[in-house]
């Protein structure tokens, strides 16, 4: 039954979940992809930015006309374009040429305005991320500024609440292990709390580059999954109600986005890549009778 909508906003959420059938081997545990990218940027990240944004103007932190500032590997900056536009906001994005050109003109598309930090054929490195942020706080503390704050604002958590609840509702049976990657950690711990509330309990896996191993080793470092690994604690990641962190190789993220298009249909990034990866693996290990439920967090044509 086709649905109609009063705004934009209303398209975000209520995203469906997948079973995976070609990739999972014989006698492994049930692995569900969640399928963000029918979101309206094709990213999850459009539920953190509508319950930022939507809650700020509700306290009276922005107003409309105001500027929203954030510093970004891309989607999120995508989301926060979309929703401050749709909302009557201005915004301006942090960014760096070491993330897809595809998310800048994404952002520029909504009528963001995109400074561009070099990462002089690096990668996404510590060292850069410390920049964008710095250049960030600076610009945020012009008149008529907010700061979305990503990393730092409480409605990060609670607009990926309903994520979980989702799942729950969807699978409508026991969930054994959730796992994901992790950035700011705000999608992992709100779809671990809806899930909770919907009263399930899973295991919970957070996972990381190999190439940026900063949660198993303590150490970050330069790779190529944009949007997690970025070398910090991150700040909505509680480690002591995670069973297990995992780092997973990048090339085996991309080879698994690979072969999730030309195997199972579905054209997804990185982050996604590396996400089935570690859930096939856990698959294999748990064995039958299990349900794995892993995060599909955007679409792969932003690559």
Known sequence: MMTTAKSTLDLIGNTPILK???????????????FEA???????KDRMAKSVLENALKRGDVTVGDTVVEYTGGSTGSSLAFVSAALGLKFVAV???AFSSNKQRTMEAFGATVHVEKSNGKGITPE??????????ELSKKGNTFYADQFGSPDVIEGYVPMGQEIADQIGAPIDVFCAAVGTGGAFTGAAKGLYQAGHQPDLVGLEPLQSPFLTTGEGGPHRIEGIGLGFLPPFLNLDECSEI?????????????????????????????????????????GPDTVIVTLGCDHGSKY
């Open 20 to 34: 995976l059938q070609k990739i999972v081997p014989i006698n492994s545990a049930e692995v569900w992809l969640k």
């Open 38 to 44: 029918k979101n309206p940027t094709g990213s999850y």
């Open 95 to 97: 960014f760096s040429d």
């Open 128 to 137: 850069l991320i410390q920049r964008m942020k710095t250049k960030a706080f």
């Open 246 to 286: 995992r780092a997973i190789d990048q090339s085996d993220a991309f080879h698994m986005c690979r072969r999730l298009a030309t195997e199972e249909g579905l054209l997804c990034g990185p982050s996604t890549g590396l996400n089935v990866s570690a859930a096939l693996a856990i698959a294999s290990e748990r």
